[in-house]
C-alpha cells in the first residue's frame, strides 16, 4: 500500500513540475538556434506510394488513339472484343 502512495505521489509531482515551467516569450533576446519554418497558408500535399491508388487518382492520365477490333469471342450476355489505346506514352492491349 505505501508503494501504491509513494508511486502516485512521484507520478503527480512529476506533472506539477512539467506543468510549471516558464515559457519563452516571443520577445526573447536570446537567439534561436533552430531554423525558422516559412509561414505558410497552403497546405502540404501527401505524398504517396507512386503505385497507390491515391497516387494514381493525382495522377493525370491520357488516353488516345482506341481502337476496338473485332468480337473474338461471346455468349448470351457477353461480347469480348479486343482493344488497343495509347495511354502516357505506353501502348496498351487488352
Do not use: W
Amino acid at each position: 500500500m505505501l508503494l501504491k502512495r509513494f508511486s502516485f505521489i512521484v507520478v503527480a509531482a512529476l506533472l506539477v513540475a512539467g506543468c510549471s515551467g516558464q515559457t519563452e516569450s516571443a520577445s526573447s533576446s536570446a537567439p534561436s538556434n533552430e531554423p525558422s519554418l516559412p509561414a505558410s497558408s497552403a497546405t502540404p500535399e501527401e505524398v504517396f506510394d507512386p503505385v497507390s491508388l491515391p497516387a494514381l487518382m493525382q495522377t493525370e492520365i491520357t488516353g488516345t488513339n482506341l481502337v476496338v477490333g473485332d468480337a473474338i469471342g461471346s455468349t448470351a450476355n457477353y461480347t469480348k472484343h479486343p482493344i488497343t489505346y495509347k495511354a502516357n506514352d505506353y501502348l496498351c492491349r487488352f
